[in-house]
């Protein structure tokens, strides 16, 4: 029984946390969009709401934590012992940013890569003119973009960014193949790879870490469709069968 109180405890802190991400969207747009003389409070409004989203994504960090160990005894937000095997420092690693306009959609990607152990940091950037900020002053190993990144989309965004940092390294990351034709312009426009949101996690994580080496990333489906659009036709035949 406590196990299934958990569960259902899990529950009910994921659907708190995916609303506390909306309301940091929502804020977000708010401050944006806010006229000067109401720009600060509109600013301190965002803070808070990120606040509150960063409360509801430990809350349920724990409980997922619980639900994994199997441990339903175990206080919600009680630190691991050292005991239970606390990772040691990781170094100088893997330095990520995540693009995307979802914001439950960028928790869930940075607690999968924070995760990997050749990851050390993971930012956010919730539009394209946060990102080129971002990637302007501090520009990260690995960029993962939102091909349906507002305010011009992902795509412009790549256009943007390559002439900024020409070596960056950027992967488009999507909900699934309904953005085929987005990402494959988002190749041509300078991304060396694709993840499809719904990959599992570790796999995702192992990606980011190819990516990040310099390999190119890119699912079987897509490959193809490239592969068939840089094709050459054959040159045209004589009467002998023999190219003319």
Not at 24 to 36: K, Q
Not at 91 to 105: H, I, L, S
Not at 148 to 174: A, F, Y
Not at 198 to 223: F, K
Request: with cysteine; proline share 6%; net charge negative.
């Amino acid at each position: 029984m406590a196990v299934g109180r958990l569960d259902d405890e899990a529950s009910e802190c994921y659907a708190e946390w995916r609303e506390a991400c909306a309301v940091v969207d929502d804020a977000y747009c708010e401050w944006l969009c806010a006229p000067a003389d109401e720009q600060s409070a509109a600013f301190a409004a965002y803070r808070a709401a990120l606040d509150q989203e960063d409360s509801a994504a430990a809350v349920c960090r724990a409980v997922i934590d619980r639900l994994r160990q199997g441990d339903p005894s175990r206080p919600i937000g009680a630190e691991p012992t050292a005991a239970e095997g606390v990772p040691g420092p990781r170094g100088n690693g893997v330095r990520v940013m995540v693009a995307d306009r979802d914001g439950f959609a960028r928790r869930m990607l940075q607690r999968v890569l924070e995760e990997a152990g050749e990851v050390t940091s993971v930012r956010e950037a919730r539009d394209g003119r946060e990102a080129v900020e971002l990637v302007r002053h501090d520009p990260p190993d690995l960029l993962l973009v939102d091909v349906g990144m507002p305010p011009g989309g992902g795509v412009e965004l790549i256009r943007v960014l390559q002439g900024i940092v020409p070596r960056l390294r950027i992967v488009t990351i999507s909900t699934g193949a309904d953005w085929d034709l987005a990402v494959l312009a988002g190749l041509r426009a300078g991304a060396i790879g694709h993840i499809d949101k719904d990959t599992a996690p570790d796999q995702i994580a192992r990606l980011v870490l190819l990516a990040a080496g310099g390999e190119a990333v890119v699912p079987g489906r897509l490959l193809t469709r490239l592969l068939a659009s840089w094709r050459i036709a054959p040159p045209a035949a004589d009467g002998r069968g023999a190219a003319a």
